[in-house]
Protein backbone atom coordinates (compact mmCIF):
# COMPACT_ATOMS: atom_id res chain seq x y z
CA UNK A 1 0.00 0.00 0.00
CA UNK A 2 1.39 3.22 -0.67
CA UNK A 3 0.96 5.25 2.77
CA UNK A 4 2.03 8.35 1.20
CA UNK A 5 -0.68 8.74 -2.02
CA UNK A 6 -3.33 7.53 0.83
CA UNK A 7 -2.57 10.66 3.19
CA UNK A 8 -2.38 12.74 0.59
CA UNK A 9 -5.71 12.00 -1.17
CA UNK A 10 -7.11 11.69 2.74
CA UNK A 11 -5.71 15.07 3.22
CA UNK A 12 -7.45 16.52 -0.17
CA UNK A 13 -10.76 14.60 0.40
CA UNK A 14 -10.94 16.37 3.76
CA UNK A 15 -9.81 20.13 2.29
CA UNK A 16 -12.92 19.49 -0.38
CA UNK A 17 -15.06 18.83 2.24
CA UNK A 18 -14.20 21.87 4.35
CA UNK A 19 -16.57 23.86 3.04
CA UNK A 20 -19.64 20.87 2.93
CA UNK A 21 -19.34 21.55 -0.79
CA UNK A 22 -17.85 18.45 -2.28
CA UNK A 23 -17.72 19.92 -5.69
CA UNK A 24 -17.76 17.78 -9.28
CA UNK A 25 -14.09 19.44 -10.10
CA UNK A 26 -12.42 18.67 -6.85
CA UNK A 27 -13.55 14.90 -6.47
CA UNK A 28 -12.43 14.75 -10.21
CA UNK A 29 -8.92 16.06 -9.40
CA UNK A 30 -8.56 13.71 -6.01
CA UNK A 31 -9.54 10.82 -8.99
CA UNK A 32 -7.05 11.90 -11.01
CA UNK A 33 -4.50 11.61 -8.88
CA UNK A 34 -5.27 8.64 -7.51
CA UNK A 35 -5.17 7.29 -10.83
CA UNK A 36 -1.61 8.77 -11.79
CA UNK A 37 0.00 7.59 -9.09
CA UNK A 38 -2.31 4.08 -9.68
CA UNK A 39 -3.99 4.00 -6.37
CA UNK A 40 -7.05 2.07 -6.32
CA UNK A 41 -10.12 3.99 -7.06
CA UNK A 42 -12.29 1.65 -4.76
CA UNK A 43 -9.93 2.58 -2.01
CA UNK A 44 -10.56 6.53 -2.60
CA UNK A 45 -13.98 5.93 -2.52
CA UNK A 46 -13.89 4.02 0.93
CA UNK A 47 -11.52 7.25 2.18
CA UNK A 48 -14.05 9.99 0.89
CA UNK A 49 -16.52 7.29 3.14
CA UNK A 50 -14.58 7.57 5.79
CA UNK A 51 -11.77 10.00 5.93
CA UNK A 52 -8.60 9.37 8.30
CA UNK A 53 -7.47 11.38 10.98
CA UNK A 54 -4.42 12.88 9.42
CA UNK A 55 -1.61 12.98 12.15
CA UNK A 56 2.06 13.49 11.35
CA UNK A 57 3.53 14.70 8.27
CA UNK A 58 7.13 15.29 9.65
CA UNK A 59 8.70 12.22 7.98
CA UNK A 60 7.88 13.38 4.48
CA UNK A 61 10.71 14.22 2.56
CA UNK A 62 10.95 17.92 1.32
CA UNK A 63 9.58 16.67 -1.96
CA UNK A 64 6.68 14.85 -0.95
CA UNK A 65 5.75 18.28 1.29
CA UNK A 66 5.90 20.63 -1.56
CA UNK A 67 4.10 17.95 -3.22
CA UNK A 68 1.43 18.14 -0.83
CA UNK A 69 1.11 21.74 -0.12
CA UNK A 70 0.66 22.41 -3.99
CA UNK A 71 -1.69 19.81 -4.55
CA UNK A 72 -4.18 20.96 -1.81
CA UNK A 73 -3.66 25.06 -3.19
CA UNK A 74 -4.72 23.07 -6.75
CA UNK A 75 -7.51 21.62 -4.95
CA UNK A 76 -9.06 25.20 -3.48
CA UNK A 77 -8.63 27.06 -6.68
CA UNK A 78 -10.49 23.92 -8.63
CA UNK A 79 -13.91 25.20 -8.22
CA UNK A 80 -13.46 29.09 -8.58
CA UNK A 81 -14.24 29.88 -5.01
CA UNK A 82 -11.87 30.28 -1.86
CA UNK A 83 -13.70 30.14 0.98
CA UNK A 84 -12.29 30.68 4.51
CA UNK A 85 -12.80 27.30 5.86
CA UNK A 86 -10.45 26.27 3.07
CA UNK A 87 -8.08 28.81 3.44
CA UNK A 88 -7.55 27.89 7.09
CA UNK A 89 -7.75 23.56 6.77
CA UNK A 90 -4.46 24.79 4.27
CA UNK A 91 -2.73 27.09 6.51
CA UNK A 92 -3.21 23.64 9.49
CA UNK A 93 -1.55 21.45 6.63
CA UNK A 94 1.05 23.88 5.43
CA UNK A 95 2.30 24.24 9.78
CA UNK A 96 1.55 20.21 9.79
CA UNK A 97 4.60 20.13 6.96
CA UNK A 98 6.91 22.34 8.19
CA UNK A 99 5.63 25.83 6.84
CA UNK A 100 4.25 29.13 7.82
CA UNK A 101 0.90 29.68 7.39
CA UNK A 102 1.09 32.55 5.38
CA UNK A 103 3.01 30.23 2.78
CA UNK A 104 -1.06 29.39 1.88
CA UNK A 105 -2.02 33.15 1.14
CA UNK A 106 1.21 33.46 -1.38
CA UNK A 107 0.41 30.16 -3.28
CA UNK A 108 -3.29 31.22 -3.42
CA UNK A 109 -2.23 34.41 -4.92
CA UNK A 110 0.61 33.36 -7.36
CA UNK A 111 -0.09 29.33 -8.19
CA UNK A 112 -0.89 29.15 -11.90
CA UNK A 113 0.55 32.68 -12.62
CA UNK A 114 4.29 32.03 -12.50
CA UNK A 115 5.97 29.06 -12.85
CA UNK A 116 6.24 26.29 -9.80
CA UNK A 117 10.30 26.56 -9.33
CA UNK A 118 9.51 30.74 -8.48
CA UNK A 119 6.90 30.43 -5.56
CA UNK A 120 10.16 30.46 -3.52
CA UNK A 121 8.49 28.25 -1.24
CA UNK A 122 11.65 28.05 1.53
CA UNK A 123 11.17 31.86 2.02
CA UNK A 124 8.24 29.84 4.32
CA UNK A 125 9.80 27.29 5.99
CA UNK A 126 9.32 27.14 9.59
CA UNK A 127 12.90 27.68 11.66
Same mark, same amino acid.
Given at each position: ????? /??? *???? $??L?? &? #? !?????? %????????????????????????N??????????????? /??? *???? $????? &? #? !?????? %??????????????????????????????????????????
Amino acid at each position: MDIVT /KKK *LNIL $IQLAM &A #D !HDFATV %ERELIYRIAREKNYPLTDVEELIRNPEPIGTLGALSESQK /KDY *LLSS $IELVL &A #D !HRVVDS %EIIFSQHIAMKLGYRKGVVDHLVANFGKRPVEDLQLSQFQQV
